[in-house]
C-alpha cells in the first residue's frame, strides 16, 4: 500500500517533510517527489504548483511512475459557507469544477453521470474514526468543494454559492479527483479554512496558511494511521 500525498503549495507541504523517514526526492516534470515511510506507512508527497493543470500533471505522475494505491490531497482552502471559520477543516464527499460548463463531463467523455467527482466512501469512514482520535483537530465537516482557477470576488462567490452551494473554494481539488476518477485511484481532500468572506483576499491567505497547512497534515497523517490499520 503507497499513498499520494498531494499539496499545491510548497508551505502546504512542508509540515509533512521532517516526518517522512529514508526519504528519497525524484525529479521529474519539474517536480520533487519525496518518497518514503510516515509511521511506517509508504507514502510520495510532493507540492505540484498552484492550478489545475499542475494538479493534474502531479496526481498522474503518482498513479503511473510511482504507483501509488490511494491519493489524498491535503492542503488549504477559502472558505464558502458563512458559518466556517478560519482555521476549520473540511473533508470532501464530493467536488466539481465551478469554472468548467456541466455538459462537458456529462455529455463529453468521460461520459460522468454529474458533474461530481464523489471521494471514496471508505476514506470518508475512515477521516471520521481519524478524527475521533485526534484531540486538537478544531472543527471538521464534511462535504461539497469546489475548484476554479481564480481567487473569489464578492461577485464571483455569491454566483457559485447559487449555483453549486460549497463549503470550501480552491484551485486543484477537482483537477485530482478527475483523475483519480479516471484512473480509478480512491482519492480524498483535506483542507483548512485560511480565508473567509469575512476575511477574504491573498493577505489572509498568506497569514494563515502556515498554520492551516499544519492543522490539514494532523488529520491527513490520522488518517494514514487509520488505512495502514483498515485498509
Same mark, same amino acid.
Given at each position: 500500500?503507497?499513498?499520494?500525498?498531494?499539496?499545491?503549495?510548497?508551505?502546504?507541504?512542508?509540515?509533512?517533510?521532517?516526518?517522512?523517514?529514508?526519504?528519497?526526492?525524484?525529479?521529474?516534470?519539474?517536480?520533487?517527489?519525496?518518497?518514503?515511510?510516515?509511521?511506517?506507512?509508504?507514502?510520495?508527497?510532493?507540492?505540484?504548483?498552484?492550478?489545475?493543470?499542475?494538479?493534474?500533471?502531479?496526481?498522474?505522475?503518482?498513479?503511473?511512475?510511482? $504507483?501509488? #494505491?490511494?491519493?489524498?490531497?491535503?492542503?488549504?482552502?477559502?472558505?464558502?459557507?458563512?458559518?466556517?471559520?478560519?482555521? #476549520?477543516?473540511?473533508?470532501?464527499?464530493?467536488? $466539481?469544477?465551478?469554472?468548467?460548463?456541466?455538459?462537458?463531463?456529462?455529455?463529453?467523455?468521460?461520459?460522468?453521470?454529474?458533474?461530481?467527482?464523489?471521494?471514496?466512501?471508505?476514506?470518508?469512514?475512515?477521516?471520521?474514526?481519524?478524527?475521533?482520535?485526534?484531540?486538537?483537530?478544531?472543527?471538521?465537516?464534511?462535504?461539497?468543494?469546489?475548484?476554479?482557477?481564480?481567487?473569489?470576488?464578492?461577485?464571483?462567490?455569491?454566483?457559485?454559492? #447559487?449555483?453549486?452551494?460549497?463549503?470550501?473554494?480552491?484551485?486543484?481539488?477537482?483537477?485530482?479527483?478527475?483523475? $483519480?476518477?479516471?484512473?480509478?485511484?480512491?482519492?480524498?481532500?483535506?483542507?483548512?479554512?485560511?480565508?473567509?468572506?469575512?476575511?477574504?483576499?491573498?493577505?489572509?491567505?498568506?497569514?494563515? $496558511?502556515?498554520?492551516?497547512?499544519?492543522?490539514?497534515?494532523?488529520?491527513?497523517?490520522?488518517?494514514?494511521?487509520?488505512?495502514?490499520?483498515?485498509?
Amino acid at each position: 500500500m503507497k499513498i499520494g500525498i498531494l499539496c499545491a503549495g510548497d508551505e502546504e507541504l512542508a509540515p509533512f517533510l521532517p516526518l517522512i523517514s529514508n526519504c528519497k526526492i525524484t525529479e521529474k516534470a519539474m517536480l520533487k517527489f519525496h518518497a518514503g515511510q510516515i509511521d511506517s506507512v509508504e507514502v510520495v508527497a510532493l507540492f505540484s504548483g498552484v492550478c489545475k493543470v499542475n494538479a493534474a500533471i502531479a496526481a498522474q505522475l503518482l498513479i503511473d511512475v510511482f $504507483c501509488v #494505491d490511494i491519493i489524498i490531497n491535503s492542503g488549504t482552502a477559502g472558505g464558502m459557507e458563512p458559518e466556517l471559520e478560519i482555521f #476549520d477543516t473540511v473533508i470532501s464527499t464530493e467536488v $466539481c469544477y465551478h469554472d468548467v460548463a456541466p455538459d462537458i463531463l456529462t455529455e463529453f467523455h468521460p461520459w460522468m453521470n454529474s458533474v461530481f467527482f464523489v471521494a471514496d466512501p471508505k476514506l470518508i469512514d475512515m477521516s471520521k474514526s481519524a478524527v475521533d482520535k485526534l484531540s486538537t483537530s478544531g472543527k471538521v465537516v464534511w462535504g461539497r468543494m469546489v475548484t476554479g482557477e481564480s481567487f473569489i470576488t464578492d461577485e464571483s462567490r455569491q454566483k457559485i454559492n #447559487d449555483e453549486f452551494a460549497p463549503l470550501t473554494v480552491d484551485m486543484e481539488t477537482a483537477s485530482i479527483a478527475h483523475v $483519480c476518477y479516471a484512473n480509478d485511484i480512491p482519492f480524498i481532500a483535506i483542507r483548512c479554512v485560511t480565508d473567509t468572506e469575512k476575511h477574504s483576499g491573498v493577505d489572509n491567505f498568506d497569514k494563515n $496558511c502556515a498554520k492551516a497547512s499544519s492543522i490539514a497534515k494532523d488529520i491527513t497523517v490520522a488518517l494514514l494511521r487509520e488505512i495502514k490499520k483498515s485498509w
